[in-house]
């Protein structure tokens, strides 16, 4: 079970960009889907991105597309979530997670399955 540990989190204008980053430890993080996910205060936990362990297809949650990107470094046992053009409503806890030899449609979702390790997340306050 890979043990995860979320970084980069932190205050940033409107507008602005963090780059978030997941450090893994354990065993076969090259065939484990990563995948993102957010919890605002008083909201349900949501979907953010996801990039899968075969060739690196990803999938992102409608709200962030085109302004987020997942990526995955498999010889740094890495996966980084750049957030570009951030907003107000960006605002979360972002936990990053692990499921091994997952399809994308199993961990895309809000309600994910075969998630092994979760993060213990890391805060993002987007200030207008």
């Known amino acids: 079970q890979l043990q995860l540990v979320e970084s980069g989190g932190g205050l940033v204008q409107a507008g602005g960009s963090l780059r978030l980053s997941c450090a893994a430890s354990?065993?076969?993080?090259?065939?484990?889907?990563m995948t993102w996910f957010r919890q605002a205060p008083g909201k349900e936990r949501e979907f953010v991105a996801a990039?899968?362990?075969?060739?690196?297809?990803?999938y992102y949650t409608e709200s962030v597309k085109g302004r987020f990107s997942i990526s995955r470094d498999n010889a740094k046992n890495a996966v980084y979530l750049q957030m570009n053009g951030l907003e107000v409503e960006d605002t979360a806890t972002y936990y990053c997670?692990?499921?091994?030899?997952?399809?994308?449609?199993?961990?895309?979702?809000?309600?994910?399955?075969?998630?092994?390790?979760w993060g213990k997340g890391v805060l993002v306050t987007v200030h207008s």
């Open positions: 354990g065993p076969e993080f090259n065939i484990h889907t």
């Open positions: 997670a692990a499921a091994r030899l997952a399809a994308l449609n199993t961990v895309a979702t809000n309600t994910p399955s075969g998630i092994n390790s």
């Open positions: 990039i899968h362990w075969f060739g690196g297809v990803t």
